[in-house]
């Protein structure tokens, strides 16, 4: 008898977890704010000048640790490389960042990354 409620209660317990985890769940396309308007080609074009200055201020900070020496040569040379694949990448997907669920605004307006 005494096994039997044991059970019964990690059984009540399970369920009062998993509930709550289930009904927060959802797609990003059910989630994506739809309020948001388009950016115009002038507004992109912008916002990739402003992507491309950070990148470039980014690869100027790793020569900066690579001289001083924070980093290897190999270090820095795998950051840098890392950076021009992501510039390459927005080039190639100009509103990933903008349309992107976890960043500038989206979904969770920011609070994608452990923040709540």
Known sequence: ?????????????VLALAIPALAATGTPAQNQDTTRPALTTEQS??????????MELRKQIIDKNVAYG??????G?????????????LQENPDWSSN???????????KGRGQF
């Open 45 to 54: 074009k912008e916002i990739a000048n402003l992507h491309q200055q950070m």
């Open 100 to 110: 992107h669920p976890y960043c500038c605004g989206g979904i969770r307006n920011g």
């Open 77 to 89: 040379k795998q950051i840098k490389e890392r950076i021009t694949a992501r510039q390459k990448f």
């Open 70 to 75: 924070r980093l290897t040569p190999e270090q």
């Open 1 to 13: 008898m005494r096994k039997n409620y044991i059970i019964a209660i990690i059984i009540i317990l």
